[in-house]
C-alpha cells in the first residue's frame, strides 16, 4: 500500500494522500479550515436564519402586549342621509327627512388594568427570553452538522484512499499469482483467492465512495457550498476536564434547559394575567369634533365634545375567568415537569457523548497499534512469501487485518472528535463566537431594543410601574402526586415468545370507510337525522 497513507493513519491525522486520477485537480483546490466553514454556515444558513425571524417575531409581542399602556388616537367622519315616514294628525304619512355631516377626534386612555398588562408584558419578555435559548439551541445544532460534515468528509477521503491503496496492492497479489502459477508454484486455486479478496475490496471502494459523495452533500447542504480541500480540524475549545464538570456546566449553560426554564416564568405570568381579569378597569374616553344636524353644508356644523371615565367590574363571567385561570395553573404545572425533562434528557445526552469520546480515544490507541503490527507482519509475511516460506493465503490475510486496522483507525479519529462536538452542543458551547473569534455575532437583544424605542407612550412612566404592583399572584398549586407502588411485580405473561412466519402483507381494505373505527354507527346516526 501506500507508505503515505499508512503514515497518516499512524498518526491518527486523517491526512491521506489523494489518488493520482485526482490529485491534479487537487492541487488547485481551495483550502479551507473548519473555521471558514463554520463562519459562512453561521452566515448563511437558511435553518439559522428562519430562527432569527421567528426571535423578531416574538420581540413584536412585548410590544403588542404592552398597547393598553398607550393612548390610543382616531378619526371618525361621517356623511348620513335618513327618511321615515310617519303618521300625522291628519292621518296623513309625512316623511321626515334628516342630513348630518361631521368630523370627530377620538382619544381612549386606560387609568387601572388590574395589573393585566403588566403580566401579559412579563409573559412576552419571558418568551422572547425563551425564544433566544431557542436560537443558541438551533445555532449549536446546526454548528454541529457543519463539523460532523467536514469530518465525515475528511473520513471518507481517508477511506477511499485506504480503499484504492488496498485495491492496487491485491492487484498486484493477483498479477505476482499468475505470473508463480505459470512456474508452478502457485495453483488455480491462489489464484482464484485473490482475485475474489481483489473484487470484494473493489466492491467495498465503490460503496466508499459513493459515502463520499453522500458526506460532500451534506457538507455543501449545511454549509451553502461545496467543500474545498479540507484541512485538518484544531482542538475544539471549551471541552470540560471531567464527567462532573460537564455535569455542573449542562445545568448552567444547557439552551434547551434554559429555555424550558424560562417557558415556566411565561406560565407564570400567564396565572396571573387570568386572575386579573377578576380585577375592575378604569378608563378615560374622550372626543373632539364638528358636526351639522340638519345639512351638508360646512358652515352649519358646531362643535362637539364628550369626555368620560368608565369603570368596569366582572361580577358573574359563567365560571369562564376561574376556568382559565385553572388552565393556566395546569400548563405551568406541564411546563415545570418540562423542565425536569430537558434537564435528565441533557444530563443523559452528556453523558452518552463523554462516553463516545472516551471510548473512541481507546479504540484509536487501538487502531494505531493495530496498524503498526499490521504493517510489520504484512511485511514479513511477503517476504517469506518471496522465499516460499509463506502461503498465498497468508499474504491475503494479512493484507485484510491491515485494511481493518486503518479502517478502525480512521473511523475511530471521526468518532472522537463528533463525539466532542456533540459534548459541546449539548452543554451549549458549540457556538461560533465560542469557536472563532473573528466570526460576527448575531446579536439577539438588539431588535428587542428597536421595537422597544419604536413605539412609546406618554403615560408609559408612570402606568407601568402602577399595573405592576397591581398584578396579582403568580403562584399556582402543586400537580397531584401519585402514592408509591404497592406491587411492583408484572403481570404474568400470556405470550412469552413470538412466533413465526415473518409478516409479509398488510390488513389493508379496499374501501377506506371500512377502516374507519364505528363507521356503521356513524352511517346510522346520519341516516337517522336526515329522516
Known sequence: ??????????????????????????????????????????????????????????????????????????????????????????????????????????????????????????????????????????????????????????????????????????????????????????????????????????????????????????????????????????????LPPSLDSAFAAVEQESPS??????????????????????????????????????????????????????????????GLIGSRVRAAIADRQQLGFAVETARRAALSNVQNAWNQAVAAEEQMDSGRLATTAAQTALTGVQRGFAEGFRSNFEVLDSEQRLLNAQIVLSNASYAAYAAQARLLATIGRLEAAALDRDVPRYDPTRNTQTVRKAVFGPFDPLLMPLDRAQMPSTAGRLAPLLPPATDTQLRPATVTTLPGPLGTTLPIKPDPRLAMPGAAVLDDAVVTGGS
Open 257 to 318: 434547559l434554559w429555555q424550558a426554564i424560562m417557558a415556566t416564568k411565561a406560565g407564570d405570568a400567564r396565572i396571573a394575567a387570568q386572575r386579573a381579569e377578576r380585577a375592575p378597569v378604569v378608563s378615560l374616553n374622550g372626543g373632539y369634533g364638528y358636526g351639522s344636524v340638519n345639512s351638508y353644508q360646512l358652515r352649519d356644523a358646531g362643535p362637539q365634545a364628550s369626555g368620560a371615565v368608565t369603570l368596569t367590574v366582572p361580577l358573574l363571567t359563567g
Open 1 to 238: 500500500m501506500n507508505a503515505d497513507i499508512r503514515l497518516a493513519l499512524l498518526v491518527g491525522t486523517m491526512i491521506v494522500a489523494p489518488a493520482p486520477a485526482v490529485a491534479q485537480a487537487r492541487e488547485i483546490a481551495v483550502t479551507e479550515t473548519l473555521g471558514q466553514a463554520i463562519a459562512d454556515a453561521y452566515r448563511t444558513n437558511p435553518q439559522l436564519e428562519g430562527q432569527r425571524a421567528e426571535l423578531r417575531a416574538l420581540d413584536e409581542q412585548i410590544v403588542q402586549a404592552a398597547a393598553p399602556y398607550r393612548l390610543n388616537v382616531g378619526v371618525s367622519m361621517s356623511l348620513q342621509y335618513r327618511a321615515q315616514d310617519q303618521r300625522n294628525l291628519v292621518d296623513d304619512f309625512t316623511t321626515n327627512r334628516a342630513r348630518t355631516i361631521g368630523a370627530t377626534l377620538t382619544a381612549s386612555q386606560i387609568l387601572l388594568n388590574g395589573g393585566r398588562t403588566a403580566a401579559q408584558v412579563s409573559a412576552a419578555e419571558a418568551s422572547v427570553l425563551a425564544g433566544r435559548e431557542r436560537l443558541r439551541e438551533a445555532e449549536n445544532g446546526v454548528l454541529l452538522e457543519v463539523v460532523d460534515a467536514y469530518i465525515a468528509v475528511r473520513r471518507d477521503q481517508a477511506l477511499v484512499a485506504i480503499q484504492r491503496g488496498s485495491l492496487d496492492s491485491y492487484g498486484r497479489q493477483v498479477t505476482q499469482a499468475v505470473a508463480r502459477e505459470r512456474g508452478g508454484d502457485l495453483t488455480r486455486t491462489d489464484i482464484a483467492q485473490a482475485q475474489a479478496q481483489r473484487e470484494i475490496i473493489r466492491a467495498q471502494l465503490a460503496q466508499a465512495q459513493a459515502n463520499l459523495q453522500s458526506s460532500r452533500g451534506r457538507f455543501a447542504a449545511v454549509v451553502g457550498r461545496n467543500p474545498g480541500d479540507l484541512l485538518a480540524p484544531p482542538p475544539l475549545p471549551g
